[in-house]
């Protein structure tokens, strides 16, 4: 049987669903549940279902990066959302990012039974059957897609907003609801980088704005990028840019005594 997974914080609705539905005439059965979206992830990169039926707007979880690593990572599950939130341009990006059903609280058992006729029909057309697990995506040219690119504007976001600290890939594969494998393979399919040069490159240029200010210390500026070491500081600087921290600091302060001279 196809297995199903159901995510939903409220446990009145996951029992629904699960008792409610005869899951054997769709050749189903549910092999776990989950009330939260880190929880979701957990059993699904342990359970590999077929089929996940999900909330999107549950406490602690942003919901479109859920789906879009789901996506990304699982290509051949089908998911269906069932939720409350009902934001027009949501559901329009949901289905963007892959989802096949977007269904709206309360939903009839009809509604839900359609949309598990639907993800079923999708698994048969894709040839995959119940015996087969949705492995993760493997094959680099499936990388390049809608729930893809998601996942990889978002890594850059969360980096650009908490490079200050020891960031690490496994934070930051969390918060994108993704395997720290995946997401190393995305950032470096999209970007052609890994993330530790991502994390550089952030501070570096951060390091580059700040170096303006004459008042600042070398030192105290590397610290304020995040980089604990200041010879690492030196070396990274000097990569990206092709000349030290102090050259670049002596090349801003003569341009600026061009400008005013012109």
Not at 215 to 226: H, K, M, N, P, T
Not at 228 to 236: K, N, P, Q, Y
Request: with cysteine; glycine share 4%; hydrophobic share 40%.
């Amino acid at each position: 049987m196809y297995k199903v997974v159901i995510i939903d914080d409220e446990p009145i609705i996951v029992e629904g669903i699960s008792r409610m539905i005869s899951w054997e005439q769709f050749n189903c059965k549910i092999v776990a549940a989950a009330n939260d979206g880190v929880e979701g992830a957990e059993i699904i990169r342990e359970h590999n279902p077929h089929i996940v039926i999900t909330d999107i707007s549950m406490p602690g979880l942003d919901g479109l990066a859920m789906i879009a690593g789901l996506k990304s990572e699982f290509p051949d599950m089908e998911v269906s959302i069932l939720t409350g939130y009902r934001k027009f341009e949501y559901a329009q990006t949901a289905i963007r990012l892959g989802v096949t059903r977007f269904l709206l609280k309360p939903s009839s058992m009809e509604e839900i039974e359609e949309a598990i006729t639907a993800m079923v029909h999708n698994l048969q057309v894709k040839n995959i059957q119940p015996d087969r697990e949705a492995i993760p995506c493997l094959e680099t040219d499936r990388l390049d897609n809608e729930a893809s690119n998601f996942i990889v504007n978002n890594a850059i976001k969360y980096i650009e907003q908490n490079y200050l600290h020891k960031i690490t890939l496994s934070e930051v594969a969390e918060k994108t609801y993704v395997s720290q494998w995946h997401l190393s393979k995305l950032l470096n399919r999209n970007l052609d980088q890994n993330f530790s040069e991502i994390l550089n490159n952030i501070r570096i240029k951060e390091a580059q704005k700040l170096l303006r200010d004459p008042s600042l210390r070398i030192g105290d500026i590397a610290e304020r990028v995040g980089f604990v070491d200041m010879a690492h500081f030196s070396r990274v600087f000097k990569k990206n840019i092709g000349i030290s921290a102090n050259e670049y600091r002596n090349t801003i302060s003569q341009k600026d005594i061009d400008t005013i001279i012109k």
